[in-house]
């Protein structure tokens, strides 16, 4: 019999629903269940391909090409499994399917409604899940309007199931108040009354705050939430998110868990290894994406699980407004650079700058998708001398294309889910720095998220094969396109069409970002 453990939130958005969803069905994972994982987003788009990072955070890409939340990098990273489209539901999938169905004449006439058709759907997408144990976290806030259709669902789902085959955890903050030195659980309070309005009763509450609240404070939450004292578990704010499973685990919430929900846990190969020191490397994330920290997640995280501190933003922007010696003064503070991802003109002028400066002082570069193609015009401008050198994304009558949109997205009239996304096979060409990298293996397998390509056609005098002669790109790994370069005279210079970042594991990183700490390391 399926069990689900269904994860709410209250009192405010971002509080860490993601983080403990994941630790927890890593915790079970390691207690020898069969875990999976869903996040439903209560927002109306299909998915998450055309939100602005500023707003919404990375768009998290699966290795079958979909776009999701970033919760969606959280659960691979912990569980170190592939999630897939089959791990996210959105409000616009349901109501578009629900839609569908009805131009299909598949409700035989009846008047479609929100209880029960829309909630029918949602519940079928739940209990489609494959694991023994199901993690449902439910995104927003309790009490947004978006989500009441989430709740109103796991509650009759609930109900139509066995009391130990379901168990509501709900996530709140507690805050605290420096003018009167204390916490206030009053919006945990409240927060659990709105959720008691939508028919359910927590189980458990999570209480996270910014640091370790006091014993009255818990038992008052106890108290008002209506569950026991030990159900009430407080995860105060941590350096390194990756220790929320030991707190879990010390806490004895699968424990718990499994005495409510009848599961029998096998803790003999419990096995949680998670870097906990940090080589203190300066490396500069040049961006435009400020508005959030959560834009680069998946990069942040690839670099700290390599063992290394997570990188410092530069505005990509600024620079374009410095000198050439000030963009000097400033890059000179930091060991290496990543140029990531985006879209759009803004910025890009000063990413290119970051890339000469890298190039040209033998600073360690690592360039991701936009990143690459950034190399490429920097590259063809200051030593190829094509100085109107530029991609088509950004001047689409430049003299020099030397970046153009792929043949097949010229037909492409829409922009949702229409990128080449997800995992592509490429070949790695021996003797080359990326060819060590990934251990002299030769077909891989990348997920990807672009429209624009290497114009290697018009422009081959930019690049040349491993072995060759003379100061040129290096390519060093072809799919039906370029897919990486690098050159042969520096520590690390290697651009890649694809995002590396997206693959990371705990315990597995991603061996780029390895590679990459470990030329600075060298370098220094």
């Not at 008052?220 to 941590?238: Q, S, T, W, Y």
Request: glycine letters at 8%; one cysteine or more.
């Amino acid at each position: 019999m399926k069990k689900y453990i269904v994860v709410t939130g209250g009192v405010l958005s971002g509080v860490g629903k993601g983080i403990f969803s994941a630790s927890l069905a890593r915790l079970l994972k390691e207690c020898g269940i069969k875990v999976s994982v869903l996040k439903i987003d209560p927002y109306l788009n299909v998915d998450a391909g055309t939100m602005n990072p500023n707003q919404h955070g990375e768009v998290f890409v699966t290795e079958d090409g979909y776009e999701a939340d970033l919760d969606l990098g959280h659960y691979e990273r912990f569980l170190g499994e592939n999630m897939s489209k089959k791990n996210n539901i959105t409000a616009g999938q349901v109501y578009s399917s629900v839609v569908q169905r009805e131009r299909e004449g598949g409700y035989l006439g009846s008047t479609v409604q929100i209880v029960p058709h829309v909630t029918a759907e949602i519940k079928r997408r739940i209990e489609s899940l494959e694991g023994d144990v199901n993690v449902v976290e439910i995104g927003g806030t309790v009490g947004d309007i978006e989500s009441e259709v989430f709740l109103e669902s796991v509650r009759e789902l609930a109900l139509e199931k066995s009391a130990d085959d379901f168990l509501f955890i709900h996530v709140t903050y507690v805050p605290y108040l420096k003018a009167s030195n204390e916490f206030k659980t009053k919006p945990t309070q409240q927060s659990v009354q709105l959720l008691r309005r939508s028919g359910i009763n927590p189980d458990m509450i999570v209480v996270r705050s910014e640091s370790p609240i006091n014993g009255d404070s818990v038992k008052k939450v106890a108290l008002f939430g209506g569950v026991p004292l030990e159900m009430v578990i407080n995860l105060p704010d941590v350096p390194n998110v990756y220790s929320v499973v030991e707190m879990l685990k010390n806490y004895e919430v699968h424990k718990k868990i499994a005495q409510r929900l009848k599961i029998v846990l096998d803790e003999s190969h419990f096995r949680w290894d998670y870097p906990k020191t940090f080589k203190p490397y300066k490396i500069a994330l040049v961006a435009k994406y400020l508005g959030t920290d959560d834009a680069y997640k998946s990069i942040n995280e690839s670099v700290f699980l390599s063992g290394c501190t997570k990188p410092s933003i530069v505005d990509s922007q600024a620079l374009e407004e410095m000198s050439w010696q000030q963009v000097c003064e400033l890059l000179s503070e930091y060991d290496g650079f990543i140029i990531p991802g985006g879209f759009g003109k803004r910025g890009i002028e000063g990413k290119i700058r970051a890339i000469r400066y890298a190039r040209e002082h033998k600073k360690p570069i690592l360039g991701i998708c936009l990143g690459l193609q950034l190399m490429v015009i920097e590259f063809a401008r200051n030593v190829a001398g094509y100085e109107s050198a530029n991609s088509t994304e950004f001047d689409p009558t430049t003299p020099h294309p030397v970046i153009t949109l792929m043949e097949e997205q010229k037909k492409v009239l829409q922009l949702g889910g229409t990128m080449r996304l997800g995992a592509q096979p490429m070949r790695i060409l021996r003797n080359t720095k990326l060819w060590q990298i990934y251990g002299e293996i030769e077909d891989v397998s990348e997920r990807h998220r672009h429209r624009y390509e290497i114009n290697h056609e018009e422009y081959a005098d930019l690049f040349k094969l491993p072995g060759e002669d003379g100061y040129r790109l290096v390519i060093s790994a072809r799919s039906n396109f370029v897919e990486a370069v690098e050159l042969e005279d520096h520590p690390f210079f290697i651009g890649i069409q694809y995002h590396p970042e997206l693959k990371t594991k705990v315990g597995n990183p991603h061996p780029l970002f390895t590679a990459l700490v470990d030329s600075i390391s060298n370098n220094r």
